[in-house]
Nanobody, 122 residues
């Protein structure tokens, strides 16, 4: 099995910063994709940012220039530095992972973290 442990959420004023972290552990042979989604109350879950196995990082337009994602391959950890936060960034942020658990696995497996609340309010 695979576990994703998220940390770093909280309450911050508009314009402030937060740093989210996600640590993956367990039966991981290779990571295809790791990233972050978010879900605000009454809205669908949406992609925030992700990095592929080739190292390409992609951001949703609404976070470009404000959020930066970094990855520590050795520790299977990904961080999301969120700057210039806005009230509309308020959401539960979920870590997402697509892996192969064995070298002979045919299919990828998807995993989600438990979510961490980010609230941007004055």
């Amino acid at each position: 099995q695979v576990q994703l442990v998220e940390s770093g959420g909280g309450l911050v004023q508009p314009g402030g910063s937060l740093r989210l972290s996600c640590a993956a552990s367990g039966s991981i042979f290779s990571i295809n994709t790791i990233g972050w989604y978010r879900q605000a109350p009454g809205k669908q879950r949406e992609l925030v940012a992700f990095v592929t196995s080739g190292g390409s990082t992609n951001y949703a337009n609404f976070v470009k220039g404000r959020f930066t994602m970094s990855r520590d391959n050795a520790k299977n950890t990904v961080n999301l530095q969120m700057n210039s936060l806005k009230p509309e960034d308020t959401a539960v942020y979920y870590c997402y992972l697509k892996i192969k658990s064995r070298p002979d696995a045919f299919n990828f497996e998807d995993y989600w973290g438990q979510g961490t609340q980010v609230t941007v309010s004055s």
